[in-house]
């Protein structure tokens, strides 16, 4: 299902969500695809109706909880948003994926320096997730802290080597300083690998 609506395809996705809905319709996981198609559909209540239910059955639901979370934030409930990640977080506060979602709410509700403090933890809780690095240096690189980005993404480099990413996001920045020998050099590397 994910990977149908990935590509577009609304309906097939639709059709898989529906045909693993009739065979397990209390599985958290499948009405969290269902929720996720209502929302590609833009039929709001339903996705609320089919995230609530797999929080009920899962509360720890990740996926249901990032769907329930997204719905806050597109109907303007920036508060309603905030307090479902604290609240999970209560429950899991060492959760690398869920401090990594926290971080995105609060970076979507305007509170930069709350989302920093999320990824930071996040980073803590699992050093080799390149995701929250990612993020992190995001973050940075919005709020125009070049310098700090940088630093971010040169640890994320050296944790995962191999991460063409990383190290084109160094490059990228290094650039944007005005560093184009480092830049250029860092660029290379990528190229070789």
Excluded: C, W
């Excluded at 869920?98 to 930071?120: C, H, I, N, P, W």
């Excluded at 690189?141 to 971010?152: D, G, I, N, V």
């Amino acid at each position: 299902v994910r990977a149908l609506l990935a590509e577009g395809s609304v309906q097939r996705a639709e059709e898989e969500a529906k045909a693993l809905y009739a065979a397990a319709p209390d599985s958290p996981e499948v009405l969290s695809a269902m929720g996720n198609v209502m929302i590609v559909k833009r039929d709001l209540p339903a996705a609320k109706k089919y995230f609530d239910r797999a929080l009920e059955l899962d509360p720890k639901s990740l996926d249901a909880l990032n769907g329930r979370v997204a719905l806050d934030v597109a109907s303007k409930d920036e508060a309603a948003a905030k307090q479902r990640v604290d609240a999970a977080l209560g429950q899991s506060p060492q959760d690398a994926r869920l401090l990594v979602l926290a971080g995105r709410t609060y970076a979507s509700t305007g509170d930069l320096q709350k989302s920093e403090e999320l990824f930071r933890r996040a980073i803590d809780v699992e050093p080799s997730n390149l995701g929250a690095y990612t993020l992190l240096g995001n973050l940075y690189l919005s709020q125009r802290k070049l310098e700090a980005a940088l630093a971010e993404f040169e640890r994320a480099s050296a944790r995962s080597p191999e991460s063409v990413a990383a190290s084109t996001m160094v490059g990228i920045i290094l650039e944007a300083l005005h560093r184009e020998p480092e830049a250029k050099q860092r660029y290379q590397d990528v190229l070789r690998r």
